[in-house]
């Protein structure tokens, strides 16, 4: 039994591990250590795309609103608007597909100044994610320092990807442009480190020092699921990894 295979291959690990797993094409579920906080790392830009399209979808932005980038913008860590020279224009479509396809912080930061922590928040309760919080920006080390982290839980995370699934989050055309933008990951290695190539997945990674999540939706022939591992504490961020693709591949196997 899958739910059996997991909990003895997570007992054997070191670290914290959370998995929620659900079949959608019967809404069968297995969910272990669910309510778990850990720190987000980057898949908190998931809640971040989901109040920018909700923004749109209010008519407070468009899509193709234009955004000049300035030298007081630049944010380290991962992206590559960083390393672009100042006065390069992006639409705000191209700044949210940077931040979900290639993880990059200076456009999460972007969106962040934009909309605001506290709007963000209340967009996350409002999708009905319960331990989600957005307290800093990205690279904030004074901010984490002082105890001030992003959050969130596996059954958080899993609930977001089956709202955009659903056409729930903001409405049917906004999931699927959140869709079209998560099956375009670049960043990879987790969910797919064991999956043959040709497997479509629709998914958002987060890595920070000895922690390491990925979750999104697995399309197979006939059927999609959803998936998403939470790890900390782990041995290396590489052994995060492994257990993130080696529970992975347990759950592809059994849903073929």
């Not at 009905?128 to 059954?155: F, V």
């Amino acid at each position: 039994m899958l739910e059996e295979k997991l909990k003895k291959f997570i007992s054997g690990q070191k670290g914290n591990v959370a998995v929620v797993v659900k079949d959608l094409s019967n809404n069968k579920t297995i969910k272990i250590n669910e309510n778990l906080v850990f720190p987000s790392a980057s898949t908190i830009k998931l809640s971040i795309m989901s109040e920018l399209f909700n923004k749109v979808n209010e008519g407070v932005y468009k899509l193709n609103d234009v955004i000049e980038i300035t030298e007081e913008m630049k944010t380290g860590g991962d992206g590559i608007l960083k390393e672009l020279n100042c006065g390069h224009k992006f639409t705000l479509e191209e700044i949210c597909t940077l931040m979900i396809i290639v993880s990059d912080n200076m456009a999460t930061n972007i969106l962040i100044n934009m909309l605001g922590i506290n709007n963000i928040n209340a967009a996350i309760k409002k999708l009905g994610l319960q331990h989600t919080k957005l307290q800093r920006k990205m690279m904030d080390s004074q901010a984490a320092k002082e105890g001030r982290d992003n959050l969130i839980t596996a059954n958080d995370f899993a609930h977001i990807f089956e709202l955009i699934y659903n056409g729930e989050n903001v409405n049917a055309d906004f999931s699927q442009m959140m869709l079209n933008i998560l099956k375009r990951q670049q960043v990879r290695g987790r969910l797919d480190l064991y999956l043959p190539e040709e497997v479509v997945i629709a998914h958002k990674t987060g890595d920070l020092d000895y922690l390491e999540h990925d979750g999104g939706i697995v399309y197979l022939p006939d059927k999609a699921y959803i998936i998403c591992v939470l790890t900390n504490q782990t041995e290396s961020n590489k052994e995060g990894r492994e257990i993130i693709g080696k529970i992975s591949r347990l759950i592809y196997e059994d849903m073929r």
